[in-house]
């Protein structure tokens, strides 16, 4: 017996289109136009989630969110008992507290988007097994909880600023610190994409990358001026490369002193931020197939 089927205009009509990306496998690498499109339509997603870790973490403490302010006092108290009374090397260095607590709070800010970023594809498994979105949410949730996690530790930082001598110079410059912090979100958000399939390829890195922090705060002028190593130009221009090196710079220069930084280390500050968070983003939208099959 044969059926015959007619068209309905109206059936016709009310016909969903379906893009052709989105009849491949499940789990597929998406056309980086639309993964991107997909990635920007869960920004509210990415906020809500960060938000949740942080009240996670604060409730899992006696202290709540004190610890946002009571961790960045105690490692800055910690750092300058170390090397400011101890160790003396802030010799030479004006209003050593102020250059000291911008280098803590903001290498920091950093250095945790980093360790966060090499955690975040086997942190994020649960949620990889249970729902299809974009991976690169994941480190991208790590960044946006740490700058959110940073705002009461940059309170902290002004009000150490005001209180304690000597005063910093304040001037118009301040404002750059906005364009600073945007460069150095952008290059801590390119590093938690590269690490976040490195650590995936290699669940080890995390360890490393926890020893070469070490090195690298260091290598940035956290707690002292490079000027030191004026006998050894080769090491002055290897720290000055350092991206945080620029960042914390910049930072000094405009909070701090009031005082114009150099054009290079703008254009530097700048280069590192977009080529890093460009090169980070393809890196690990490569790997994009690897995740959902590893979890």
């Not at 597929?28 to 509210?44: A, M």
């Not at 990415?46 to 961790?71: C, D, F, M, P, Q």
């Not at 209003?95 to 800010?109: D, H, K, R």
Request: hydrophobic share 50%; with cysteine; net charge positive.
């Amino acid at each position: 017996m044969s059926t015959t089927h007619t068209f309905d205009p109206e059936t016709a009509r009310n016909a969903v289109s379906v893009p052709s990306w989105a009849l491949g496998p499940v789990g597929s690498r998406l056309p980086l136009g639309t993964y991107i499109e997909q990635l920007w339509k869960r920004r509210h997603f990415v906020l809500a989630e960060s938000r949740s870790k942080i009240a996670g973490t604060a409730n899992r403490n006696l202290l709540g969110y004190g610890w946002l302010i009571l961790n960045p006092l105690l490692n800055g108290l910690g750092f300058y008992v170390v090397f400011g009374v101890i160790l003396q090397t802030s010799r030479g260095i004006e209003n050593f507290v102020g250059y000291l607590v911008i280098g803590v709070f903001f290498f920091q800010l950093s250095m945790r988007c980093v360790t966060g970023g090499t955690q975040a594809i086997r942190n994020g498994r649960p949620m990889i097994r249970a729902f299809a979105f974009p991976r690169a949410a994941l480190p991208l949730t790590v960044v946006v909880r740490e700058v959110l996690n940073f705002v009461p530790t940059f309170a902290v930082l002004i009000a150490v600023l005001a209180v304690l001598p000597p005063a910093e110079n304040i001037t118009w410059r301040v404002i750059l610190i906005v364009p600073a912090f945007i460069c150095q979100t952008l290059f801590a958000l390119g590093c938690a994409f590269f690490l976040a399939r490195l650590g995936h390829i290699l669940p080890d890195i995390s360890n490393l990358v926890n020893v070469l922090a070490r090195f690298w705060l260091y290598a940035s002028g956290v707690f002292f001026s490079i000027d030191r190593f004026v006998d050894h130009p080769a090491l002055q221009t290897v720290m000055k490369m350092n991206p945080m090196y620029s960042y914390l710079h910049l930072y000094r220069d405009a909070l701090l002193y009031g005082v114009d930084s150099p054009v290079w280390m703008w254009l530097l500050a700048v280069g590192w931020a977009f080529v890093f968070v460009i090169f980070g983003f393809l890196f690990f939208y490569r790997g994009e197939e690897s995740y959902g099959r590893a979890a």
